[in-house]
């Protein structure tokens, strides 16, 4: 048994000793508690709970900035796609770190992922100490072959304390209905979610009525029991009254990208009515060469401003963004985490009260959404252990020189 304890640390507007017992929150008092194996003076910081990013591709980090400015299908065409067929899987891993230290040094302790090499993925997460929803991608393209092998390795894979793996159809633009249907079986059959890009663009939703005898992708989806509370969707931008009902009834999860969608010309995700309609959504960065960061501070802030950009100025507010990051989106992926209770399991960031950029303190949340940047995070905690103590995570310049190495040689090769 190992024993963490943040003194005197400021917890929803008062001051409180947090013990922290192996990987969850054994009791939080303002009582004094007196022994632990490691104890941390909380007296300059707040503790709240740290972010979970609904959607990414961590690895994508090594294509950052490499094309900008681009329509969706062109950008992914004739940039990503090509050099996406160079990687291998040192390279995945490489790309995978970088990310990972991005997201611990932006108070992100756990993501959901869809690339390749997804184990390099899971060897990043599992090395250095957060969690993942691993996804593993399968497109029509991939040879017969290829997808068994897929399948197989989904079939094999255990969940960890951290990791869990998802089934990963890359969108229903480049997955057609058998290799769907196949996906969905092989998730109940495995017991795991299943993550998708739908419904991000209106080629994507004309495409989609052409083919589908005039179904919208969120229509088309529910017409072959694609969506379920295990089903997580990326972006949702093009969804109707009637989409947005199907969305609400199947519980399936709509994952807003606000940088992605802004930066693709995509559209804008419908905060306010998604929940009017009593539907589930969380917050993701979608990837760094749509974005170009993982910061999930940023794209808090941009999920708010998004919401009040058509004259509604209380759509988007600082506390449902907050929750979007956090709570709503650990519960999303059935993590028994996202609050700092007694009992959960323990994440948390320590922010620095001394960040001029968190002073006044009037409202925390409002400061976190509005003005916070990633210096304002000290510490961060996963699963009961300290991946990130003034602002330092270990191992970090060997991770970026790494990375800018698989980068040189990326470029190079043909
Ligand atoms: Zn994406």
Not at 34 to 40: P, Y
Not at 120 to 125: G, I, L
Not at 220 to 240: E, F, N, Q, R
Request: hydrophobic share 40%; net charge negative.
């Amino acid at each position: 048994m190992s024993t963490l304890l943040i003194n005197n640390v400021l917890l929803n507007g008062s001051r409180q000793n947090v013990l922290i017992e192996n990987n969850r929150f054994k009791r939080i008092t303002s009582e004094p508690i007196l022994t632990a194996d490691e104890v941390i003076d909380g007296g300059r910081f707040a503790m709240v709970p740290p972010f979970y990013n609904g959607h990414c591709h961590a690895a994508m980090v090594l294509l950052r900035g490499f094309a900008d400015d681009l329509p969706l299908q062109a950008w992914l065409n004739d940039s990503i796609w090509p050099m996406e067929a160079k990687l291998t899987p040192e390279d995945i891993y490489a790309g995978s770190r970088l990310a990972v230290l991005e997201m611990i040094k932006s108070g992100t302790v756990f993501f959901e992922d869809m690339y390749w090499d997804e184990q390099e993925t899971a060897r990043a997460v599992e090395e250095m100490g957060i969690r993942a929803a691993i996804g593993v991608s399968l497109m029509d393209r991939q040879s017969a072959a290829e997808k068994d092998r897929l399948f197989d390795r989904l079939r094999n894979y255990k969940p960890t304390d951290r990791v869990s793996y998802t089934v990963a159809p890359h969108a229903i633009y480049t997955v057609g209905t058998d290799l769907l249907l196949r996906c969905k079986k092989a998730a109940d059959e495995n017991g795991q979610f299943l993550n998708i890009h739908l419904a991000e663009t209106m080629t994507e939703d004309a495409d989609c009525r052409k083919t589908h005898n005039g179904m919208s992708p969120v229509e088309y989806m529910d017409s072959i029991g694609l969506l379920s509370p295990k089903t997580i969707l990326a972006h949702v931008v093009h969804v109707d009254q009637h989409d947005q009902e199907i969305l609400a009834r199947t519980g399936a999860i709509c994952v807003h990208n606000p940088a992605s969608n802004m930066k693709l010309s995509s559209g804008v995700f419908k905060m306010k009515e998604l929940q009017k309609n009593g539907c589930r959504i969380a917050l993701g960065t979608d990837g760094a060469s749509s974005n170009n960061n993982l910061d999930m501070l940023e794209e808090m802030k941009l999920a708010a401003l998004l919401a009040k950009c058509y004259a509604d100025p209380e759509a988007g507010s600082a506390t449902d963004v907050f929750n979007m990051a956090t709570q709503w989106g650990a519960e999303a992926f059935g993590l028994d985490a996202g609050a700092i209770e007694e009992g959960k399991l323990a994440d948390a960031l320590l922010l620095d009260l001394n960040n001029e950029k968190l002073v006044p303190n009037y409202h925390l949340v409002s400061n976190l959404v509005y003005s916070a940047d990633a210096s304002c995070i000290d510490t961060v905690i996963c699963n009961g252990k300290v991946v990130m103590r003034g602002r330092v995570v270990p191992g970090e310049e060997d991770i970026i020189e790494q990375a800018r190495e698989t980068c040189r040689s990326l470029i190079a090769r043909k």
